[in-house]
């Protein structure tokens, strides 16, 4: 059985055990009613309705299907012929009873019933078993039977046509949804292979224009001047990005893109603040609040004193740094001082003092120095001098 097919088995199944619960116990109600059945009947009647509302309840199981139905009938049908016992004119309460038994709740097997030529014929027999036992019941307790039949006939064709529209619904809905998702893969499919063929197409221009670049430098490629002159300046920026501070270039190529050439001390300062604050350590700043060097300079300044601050949190022992910054006419210096531990100076190799020998290179190319005092237990001071 197909996937389409247990979902309209489903459905058919739960409305069918829906319509059939709903009447059963509508026609409980009525039978319970004072005077509709003596004692006795009334009691045996509450078996049959237990019967039919337990085999009603089993149809959503979709098992043995042929076995439940037949039983609703019976029950359905003995609980109409159970009226004929007590040999008298049944009463309202009594005949909406018999009606709710005969029209729904025998009824509700015309939902499942429409699904193959073995229920149907079950739903004819059935049908025709209803009717009869509704006639002779109605017929021979001499009540009105006018208005049972009539609401029998109508319940049966409208749960039959009830069935037949889901049947016949339920299959198509399903393959439109099917047939949506089918549409769906291929329109997924197509777009993965327009991706894949875009990819390709990319590809393709890189590897032709990669070849006519390589033609148009004659098969050199670039220079080896051109090579380190951008790794310069990929160092530069690196250099930037490492001291925390956004790059501002001042030219791209051929054009200029600032009409200065030197940059405020202040602002990078502050950059270096923070980033070691992120870090745990506290620099307090004294002094000069804005400086102006040229850029050469203030990387090779702001190089020396992240230096500086980085042997403070690593080897002194305190969170906490001073840098006082003043300058003059000529020169910007900057005093660096911690209270921490401190060390001998005589007694430690020069390459270990916390300045590598490019640091200090970098300083002197542009024209400045630095000096270092300490002793232990005082802590240490780091005088970087640049010119303006």
């Known amino acids: 059985m197909s996937r389409i097919q247990k979902e309209r088995d489903r459905l058919l199944a739960s409305t069918a055990r829906t319509v059939g619960l709903t009447a059963t116990a509508t026609a409980l109600i009525c039978l319970s009613v004072p005077g509709s059945l003596p004692l006795p009947l009334y009691l045996a009647s509450l078996v049959l309705v237990v019967c039919l509302a337990y085999a009603q309840w089993q149809l ?8 439940w139905m037949p039983v609703i009938v019976v029950a359905g049908v003995a609980l109409i012929l159970i009226h004929l016992l007590p040999g008298s004119p049944l009463g309202p309460s009594a005949i909406s009873a018999v009606g709710v038994i005969g029209a729904a709740a025998v009824a509700c097997v015309c939902v499942l019933a429409v699904t193959s030529r073995a229920r149907i014929l079950l739903l004819v027999v059935s049908a025709l078993a209803t009717l009869a036992a509704l006639g002779v019941t109605l017929g021979m307790t001499q009540s ?9 006939v109508t319940g049966w064709i409208a ?3 009830t069935g037949i529209w889901l049947s016949r619904t339920v299959p198509r809905t399903l393959k439109r949804i099917s047939t949506m998702s089918r549409a769906y893969r291929v329109e997924r499919q197509a777009s993965e292979t327009e991706a894949r063929r875009r990819q390709s197409a990319r590809l393709l ?8 670049t390589l033609l148009a430098h004659s098969g050199v490629g670039v220079s080896h001047g051109a090579l380190r002159e951008q790794a310069a300046e990929d160092a530069a920026l690196l250099r930037q990005l490492r001291l925390g501070f956004t790059p501002d270039p001042a030219r791209s190529g051929d054009y200029k893109l600032k009409p200065v050439e030197e940059s405020a001390l202040g602002k990078t300062l502050e950059s270096v603040k923070q980033r070691f604050r992120r870090m745990g350590l506290e620099v307090n700043w004294h002094g000069a609040g804005q400086v102006l060097l040229p850029s050469d300079v203030l990387d090779a300044f702001l190089l020396a004193l992240g230096e500086c ?9 305190v969170n906490e740094a001073h840098v006082t910054i003043t300058d003059d006419e000529t020169n910007v210096r900057a005093m660096v001082t911690d209270a921490g531990k401190g060390f001998d100076v005589a007694t430690i190799d020069t390459e270990r003092l916390g300045f590598t ?8 190319d542009v024209g400045g120095n630095a000096r270092l005092f300490s002793s232990p237990g005082s802590g240490t001071t780091v005088v970087l001098e640049v010119p303006k």
């Open 159 to 161: 749960l039959t046509a």
């Open 357 to 364: 020998e490019s640091i200090v290179a970098r300083l002197r």
């Open 309 to 317: 601050l980085e042997n403070v949190r690593r080897h002194s022992g």
């Open 205 to 212: 221009h890189d590897t032709v224009l990669a070849t006519l």
């Open 144 to 152: 009105r039977l006018i208005e049972p039949l009539v609401f029998t």
């Open 60 to 67: 959503a199981t979709l098992l043995r299907l042929m076995v």
